[in-house]
């Protein structure tokens, strides 16, 4: 490791006061100063960090004195703090906000990073510390948040490899460094595709129902292009929003066609190369780490703990929501012959004629109930209002923080007693160099031992109003936005000693919980009174709209959650391939296993293609996309709690926070979230 140092830290010798990681940040709460840093500052100081978390472990590991959880366990997560607030910032520039320069720089890093993880993951002398205190566990007088530190260090060492052979280590290397680059490569290309995919159109008859401010929009889309007509961007998902409005069934195939080949043109943003390689390069990797598949590998630290168990969980899905699809789609596909459509539905035909199925069958027009969901009420008056009623929660807006971008906002949160609790930005509106989807992540995470607090943002893709316009968003953008809030408070609300175990640094299947049922304060009849008043009048929307809006919020579920058993299937076929397989061809695969396990169905898509899985291939969710049906499961049971203790109130809502969200991974799991649904402490 010590050839690695003076390797890096020789391409560090440009890193200086000059930079704005140099040190930590003077802004409130180390917030990072986006208005000092340039596109110049991240490679230097990511090469200095490095150099300098491998100088501090080689020092825990060449430590004289004997193995303490002192010298050693707590050492290890005092070091690299240079390294990680560079990679904060950066990480969020790479989402949110990318250029040529970045994603340069971000190619090139790609493997560097990864080997300088797995030259502390593997180093066979801190390991030897770090085993030798873990034999010795029960000899020290470690408190529970100690002692599961220790466990999940220990655990986590081996899981990377620690324990393989110098040789095997190796090739583990070289494997970890290709995956790497490789998922860069596919992320990049996934965000040039989505642009280069997008729907134009000069005829603005072929946008025959979208409103006159979603056809601005478009209009707007295409200006900011510098090309004429329209422009209807896409979304990171198969279904594209428009689909359920657009009268021209040709415009809606073209639409759904160019967002389910986005990825497989044969251009420079093809990725069947880069996943068929990443999925055969993970089974080796497995093979090397002594796991049957990289499924197995993967969720031997996760709460399904085994890929025979989250399958079972899948498969015993299947059933019920092939039912509820056909009996969707037969709703669908009669009211299309009753209007002599002439044609069976297909997957561009879906969303259109199930909103008219819904309107018939609610008297509900999704055109009627956006005036209600403009966006800054939303978060103000419904995500915000509803995380005061449960923890009694401030916000103020503060305009003296320097952010990325010019869309983000920046909150400071307080607690009930006015003390700070976190900051809090926002960004929630598409742009073409920002990856799709929405995500919660950090700038700087809670830490006692490192005396940090929670630095927060949330990152969406809002259709951008034409300007002068407001943000009407659909019901569906209401419940993201209360989603990811969910994230948020997760790492808000965290109270660990340890970085490592802060906040959201849960396993998969367990940090959607808290995302998910948060979504549950959205349609909460308090909440929803709040926020939902229409944009101009700020009349609350009439108790008849909102009834029926309720009541039809399980509409189309089972093709909502088909589509995503579809991906999570898919998901678990790439990663269950055997080591030694050879490379898949994509396609062939891809039908084969959602027949395997009956759930291919050809009006219903999975909710993302195999070539355009970011979630998969480059978001760290491989081998764990079932982790949003499982977290349903935990959901289900938190929505029952609540509505059996009386639901909106400050004693559920803090009990929640000290029993949940606070603790981050400082105990199991399992019996954390058990012991919470008990009736009393």
Request: net charge negative; charged share 20%.
């Amino acid at each position: 490791m010590a050839a690695a140092v003076e390797i890096v830290a020789a391409n560090a010798e440009e890193f200086g006061p000059g930079n704005p990681f140099y040190g930590s940040s003077t802004l409130p709460f180390q917030a990072p100063p986006f208005d000092l840093i340039t596109d110049a500052h991240y490679e230097p100081a990511m090469l200095a960090g490095m150099a300098a978390e491998a100088a501090e472990v080689i020092a825990i590991a060449d430590n004289p004195a004997p193995p303490t959880f002192e010298n050693t366990i707590v050492a290890l997560e005092k070091t690299g703090q240079l390294l990680s607030r560079t990679l904060s910032a950066f990480s969020a520039i790479t989402g949110a906000f990318t250029n040529p320069t970045v994603e340069k720089i971000q190619q090139e890093m790609a493997p560097k990073l990864s080997a300088h993880g797995d030259a502390i993951a593997l180093n066979p002398k801190l390991f030897q510390r770090i085993a030798a205190i873990y034999d010795q566990r029960k000899t020290f007088a470690l408190d529970p948040e100690s002692a599961r530190l220790l466990e999940l260090t220990y655990k986590g060492f081996v899981h990377a490899g620690a324990k393989v052979t110098e040789a095997d280590k190796a090739t583990l290397t070289a494997l970890n460094a290709e995956e790497s680059t490789l998922s860069n490569a596919f992320n990049q290309r996934l965000l040039a595709a989505n642009k280069a995919a997008a729907f134009t159109t000069t005829d603005k008859d072929a946008l025959a129902g979208l409103s006159d401010e979603q056809i601005a929009a478009a209009s707007a889309s295409a200006k900011s292009r510098e090309t004429d007509g329209y422009v209807i961007p896409l979304l990171n998902t198969t279904q594209q929003p428009a689909l359920a409005q657009l009268a021209v069934r040709a415009t809606r195939q073209a639409i759904f066609e160019r967002s389910w080949s986005r990825t497989e043109q044969g251009d420079d943003n093809d990725t069947r190369d880069l996943i068929t390689r990443l999925a055969q390069l993970r089974a080796e990797k497995a093979k090397l780490l002594g796991f049957d598949t990289y499924a197995a590998w993967k969720l031997d630290d996760q709460m399904a703990k085994t890929p025979e168990s989250a399958l079972k969980f899948l498969d015993d899905l299947v059933p019920q929501r092939i039912a509820e699809v056909a009996r969707e789609q037969q709703d669908i596909q009669e009211l299309i012959d009753a209007q002599q459509g002439g044609f069976q539905v297909g997957p561009w035909d879906w969303e259109f004629y199930s909103e008219q199925v819904r309107k018939a069958r609610y008297d509900l027009d999704e055109a009627e109930v956006r005036p209600y969901f403009e966006l800054d009420s939303v978060l103000q008056n419904g995500v915000f209002y509803a995380a005061t009623r449960l923890f009694g929660l401030s916000f103020q807006q503060r305009h003296d923080l320097p952010v990325y971008a010019p869309d983000v906002q920046v909150y400071e949160i307080f607690n009930a007693d006015g003390s700070h609790l976190a900051l809090f930005y926002t960004d929630f509106f598409k742009r073409d160099n920002k990856r799709g989807g929405a995500w919660m992540s950090s700038f700087v995470r809670q830490s006692k031992l490192l005396a940090k607090e929670p630095v927060i943002y949330n990152v969406c893709n809002y259709p951008r109003p034409a300007e002068g316009q407001p943000s009407l968003i659909s019901f569906t953008d209401v419940t993201t936005l209360f989603h990811e809030f969910g994230h948020a408070l997760h790492g808000m609300f965290s109270e660990a000693q340890y970085p490592s175990l802060s906040g959201t640094s849960v396993p998969r299947d367990f940090v959607e919980f808290p995302s998910q049922f948060n979504e549950f304060w959205a349609t909460e009849s308090e909440v929803f009174a709040n926020y939902a008043k229409h944009y101009e009048t700020g009349a609350p929307m009439p108790a008849e709209l909102a009834a029926k809006l309720k009541a039809a919020a399980k509409f189309n579920e089972g093709y909502g959650r088909a589509e995503v058993l579809a991906a999570a299937q898919l998901d678990m076929q790439w990663h269950t391939l055997a080591p030694g397989s050879p490379l898949q061809d994509s396609e062939s695969f891809e039908k084969s296993a959602l027949a395997t396990k009956g759930i291919a169905i050809a009006a219903v898509p999975p909710r993302y293609r195999s070539t355009y899985f970011a979630h998969i291939w480059g978001g760290g969710y491989s081998a764990g996309y079932y982790a949003y049906l499982w977290s349903e499961m935990l959901e289900d049971a938190a929505i029952e709690w609540f509505n059996a203790n009386g639901g909106l109130t400050r004693d559920n809502g803090d009990r929640l926070r000290k029993m949940i969200l606070s603790r981050g991974n400082t105990e199991d799991l399992q019996p954390m979230f058990d012991r919470w649904l008990k009736s009393s402490e």
